[in-house]
């Protein structure tokens, strides 16, 4: 589901990525519990027991890394289990794609010393402050650079809440219907909104980030 919009270079539009709100604290049962939307509720030990049954099935693949976000991770199988409606045989499909992904691009090595020089672009960076619902936001300079979907279809499943197109150009509209079947369901996290609607609904006087302000 590659999804590579071609805002023009001169596009002055940015780009909210509204993360989903943090996990909750642990429980006894080991896992934490994702606050995502349309989660289906399931007896902890049913889950309990499809997350063994996918970490089984992932140990087949001797060749997938172990440890944190490796085939061993529960909390990272349990994510992808709900992404698939616990859907055991759609989660390891996905989650040997997101595996092998994390380990070639390396993932588990990125520290702030490698990534400084792609920040001091100004491409994209993490705002200071999560907005008045308390999730984190992710804010790209789309005349810079424009992320494919894809990456948060395949390897961050649900880590989104909202998309949020501010100011984009008129002429990017139609671009938009085209696209938008090949988000199926994703879609629906898409909103074009102005600067102002986002001053009033996304942050506060305090919290709203510098380029929003008046």
């Known amino acids: 589901m590659a999804f590579h919009l071609g805002l023009q270079a001169r596009s002055h539009a940015t780009l909210l990525f509204v993360t989903t709100a ?8 080991g896992f934490r519990r994702l606050c995502f939307p349309n989660c289906v509720a399931m007896d902890p030990k049913e889950t309990r027991k499809l997350v063994l049954e996918v970490k089984e099935k992932l140990s087949q693949y001797g060749n997938l890394p172990v440890g944190k976000n490796g ?10 289990l709900k992404d698939r409606k616990f859907s055991v045989e759609d989660a390891v499909s996905k989650l040997t794609k997101a595996i092998r992904w994390r380990h070639e691009f390396g993932v588990s090595n990125l520290s ?50 909202e998309v949020l197109f501010v100011e984009a150009p008129f002429i990017f509209q139609p671009v938009w219907q085209l696209a938008k079947p090949m988000l199926k369901s994703y879609a629906s996290l898409v909103r074009f909104c102005s600067v102002d609607a986002v001053r009033k609904e996304y942050f506060t006087e305090e919290t709203i980030p510098a380029s929003f302000r008046k």
């Open 112 to 161: 702030e010393e490698s990534v400084k020089s792609k920040a001091e672009t100004g491409k994209a960076y993490l705002h200071d402050n999560f907005d008045v619902y308390g999730r984190p936001v992710l804010i790209v300079e789309a005349s810079k650079h424009f992320p494919q979907f894809d990456v948060f279809y395949y390897y961050y499943p649900r880590r989104l809440g």
């Open 22 to 29: 943090p996990m909750l604290p642990r429980k006894r049962t």
């Open 71 to 80: 085939r061993v991770d529960e909390e990272m199988i349990l994510w992808f």
